[in-house]
């Protein structure tokens, strides 16, 4: 059976938007080059997901992850 979804539900995902950035847009946003990105990938410090082979960035997340560390 498939789930039928809400008005509601398909307005929210319309409205939701959620800027992503590539390792040279997220390395110039930190001010760090891009081979600290890929460092901080490597031990799982930036928040970060694959899409195909290439990483993204929610900017919100880093945002979060740069306020936790104090920067």
């Given amino acids: 059976m498939v789930a039928k979804r809400t008005t509601a539900a398909l307005s929210l995902r ?7 950035l590539r390792v040279s847009e997220v390395a110039d946003y930190l001010h760090i080059s891009r081979s600290t990105i890929f460092r901080l ?13 290439d990483w993204r960035f929610d900017v919100e997340e880093i945002d979060r992850w740069r306020a936790k560390r104090g920067n």
């Avoid at 319309?14 to 992503?20: A, C, I, N, Q």
């Avoid at 410090?45 to 082979?53: D, I, K, T």
């Fill in 41 to 53: 990938l490597k031990r799982n410090e930036l928040p970060a997901f694959m899409v195909g082979s």
């Fill in 14 to 20: 319309h409205t939701t938007t959620t800027r992503m």
